[in-house]
């Protein structure tokens, strides 16, 4: 079973910075895909960042220019560095692995950590 953690959220002021970072534990399989979701209160869970196994990466209009999506094998860890960070930024983000097994896809999900941007 797979176990992803989060963790860097917090409360930051508008033009700040904050860095995200997932960890995996558990099974170590090749995930297709590894990035960030976030969810805002009263909307729906949407796609912030992702790089897959071939290391393609691909960024959410909203964020493009002010986030960067890295990993780190070694480590099995993937960091998402937020700058410029927004007050449309807040909302919990949530750590995402897919992995696909050659006949059904499975995600899974860290608990969310809170990021919080306001003066």
């Known amino acids: 079973q797979v176990q992803l953690m989060e963790s860097g959220g917090g409360l930051v002021q508008p033009g700040g910075s904050l860095r995200l970072s997932c960890a995996a534990s558990?099974?170590?399989?090749?995930?297709?895909?590894m990035g960030w979701y976030r969810q805002a209160p009263g909307k729906q869970r949407e796609s912030v960042a992702a790089i897959s196994s071939a290391g393609s990466i691909n960024y959410a209009d909203s964020v493009k220019g002010r986030f960067t999506i890295s990993r780190d094998n070694a480590k099995n860890t993937v960091d998402l560095q937020m700058n410029s960070l927004k007050p449309e930024d807040t909302a919990v983000y949530y750590c995402?692995?897919?992995?696909?097994?050659?006949?059904?896809?499975?995600?899974?999900w860290g608990q969310g950590t809170q990021v919080t941007v306001s003066s």
């Open positions: 558990g099974s170590f399989f090749i995930f297709r895909t």
């Open positions: 995402h692995r897919g992995r696909w097994n050659g006949s059904s896809w499975t995600d899974y």
